[in-house]
């Protein structure tokens, strides 16, 4: 079965500072994977999609930047990050037949 | 652009059924989908149903899909204190993620 995990779960950083969020995804082969956010009370905001290695479209312009490095490793980055970044962020995969599937979400909190 | 709605709050009494209401725009949207989200996790998908489908059961959840008035609701028989979550209505056009839109969730509080 398919699993996707992503890390670390919690992050704390101070503005400025770097980032970089993991996930990985199992069991599945070129997968099409998303970063999303999800800020406190909203829903969710797709941030980047890959479908394939080192290829990633970015929905909205911002701080952050992904890279797929590997099949199933897809990764959320930032040079400096800003006070508006702090969120849950969450990368999901896309099945054959249309579902998303999430991880567990990582939060993170600029100071 | 296409646009997805739900009311913020919703607050049950353990035991009564919980009805979720979702509203759309987009016209072509063929799946439309029910997430749900626990607190500090990341969304379950807990059932969808296609556009040609009025009405779809799974155990206590029930969908009914009135595509006329673009408007899905998701109904909870006998909730629990589990079932406290936040619910979120998607919708998609076709099988590719990047065109799901999210609406901005549900959050049921079960009350004892």
């Known amino acids: 079965s398919q699993t996707i995990h992503q890390w670390p779960a919690t992050l704390v950083q101070p503005v400025g500072s770097p980032l970089s969020l993991e996930c990985t995804v199992e069991g599945t082969s070129n997968p099409n994977l998303y970063w999303y956010r999800q800020a406190a009370g909203r829903g969710l905001q797709l941030l980047f999609y890959?479908?394939?290695?080192?290829?990633i479209s970015s929905e909205v312009p911002q701080n952050l930047s992904a890279s797929r490095p590997q099949d199933r490793q897809f990764i959320l980055s930032s040079k400096k990050l800003l006070l508006s970044d702090s969120g849950f962020y969450l990368c999901?995969?896309?099945?054959?037949?249309?579902?998303?599937?999430f991880g567990e979400g990582s939060r993170l909190t600029v100071l | 652009g296409e646009d997805v709605e739900q009311s913020l709050f919703l607050s049950v009494r353990e035991g009564d059924s919980s009805v979720i209401n979702c509203t759309y725009t987009d016209s072509s949207s063929t799946y439309l989908y029910w997430y749900k989200q626990e607190p500090g996790a990341g969304l379950q998908l807990l059932t969808y149903i296609f556009s040609n489908m009025d009405m779809k059961q799974d155990q206590r959840l029930t969908v009914l899909l009135n595509k006329k008035d673009k408007h899905l609701s998701l109904r909870i028989a006998d909730t629990q204190t589990g079932d406290s979550a936040i619910y979120f209505c998607a919708e998609s056009s076709d099988n590719y993620g990047q065109n799901f839109v999210f609406g901005p969730g549900t959050r049921l509080s079960v009350l004892p």
């Open positions: 890959s479908v394939g290695i080192g290829q």
């Open positions: 999901a995969w896309n099945s054959a037949t249309g579902e998303l599937f």
